[in-house]
């Protein structure tokens, strides 16, 4: 009796420890590998606004630079104590409305043949070839821009309207290298609708044209706001291609057709020179990149309230 007593405690003991969670030493390592790099990218990103704001404060403490004066005049000169960062940003806003003025209808277009037309077959062959545009290096888009969507530009409004440097043509390339980034993420967006809402208007007698504009383009709402608000925030930071054909020197202007120095083309254009240390251009090289740091976060917190407000759940 004893022993079968015994052997009963023996096999409920066995059949408990079987029941434990055995150590699996390559998923601990994998979710510590993944622990690491979403710490190690919180601390980079922690580590460059630190950078970017020592160093702009810098600037902003050089006691010939007037902070109101940044952005109320019209004038960038930092060797003669002028601050004014309204040419710079007037010349980036610009290249970036005429960036996705292409980019967004185009790029809607093609996302809705691409999700509502196109066959499987055509979609898995068009979407690898536009997306090769995306991994052109920009300084390339740059070369084109100046070779030949400026000498465009002047053979149909005129030698002597259209500048060697304008925003124009920098803008026009802009918005074919924006134009893949909108395009997957739209498609995307546009996939993800369920075919249910799509059946449910063909049977009530819907065309193909009304069932992609009225019913799949609101229901994707959210994904389309957020790929071109950050199709918006690639404009603003582009650097080669605004450097390249956009023009140097700061130009308080609204021609298209003028040259016009954007922020980052202004980065990159005294950056190439000898600057010393704690001088007012290195300085003000932090203090404008800390700018377009915080009008790009602008746009990704407004691309996070517009998908929680338009946001489609379905069962």
Known sequence: MAGLLLEKTFEKKASTSNLRRKTRWGETFIQALLSFSGFFSIFTTVGIVYVLGREALLFFQM???????????????????????????????????????IAIPLGIAVAIYLSEYASPRVR???????????????IVYGYFALTFMTPLLREI????????????????????????????????????????????????????????????????LSGIAAAIIVGISRAIGETMIVAVAAGAGPNFTFSPFVGAETITGHIVRISGGDLSYDSVDYNSIFA???????????LNIISQAIVRRFREVYE
């Open 124 to 138: 898995n062959t068009l979407k690898p070839i536009l997306e090769v545009l995306a991994g052109i290096p920009t």
């Open 288 to 298: 404008l990149g800390l700018f377009l740091f915080f009008v790009t976060l602008t």
């Open 63 to 101: 006691p010939e630079v007037d902070l109101l004066a940044t952005f109320t005049t019209t004038e960038w000169k930092p060797q003669i104590g002028k601050f004014g960062i309204w040419p710079l940003l007037n010349a980036t806003l610009m290249t970036t409305l005429i960036a996705m003025l």
């Open 157 to 220: 409004f005129g030698r002597d309207v259209v500048q060697i440097y304008n925003t124009a043509s920098a803008g026009l390339v802009m918005g074919i290298l924006i134009l893949p980034l909108i395009t997957s993420m739209t498609e995307d967006s546009l996939s993800a609708v369920p075919r249910s809402l799509r059946e449910a208007a063909f049977g009530m007698g819907a065309t193909k044209l009304e069932v992609a504009l009225q019913i799949v383009v609101p229901a994707a």
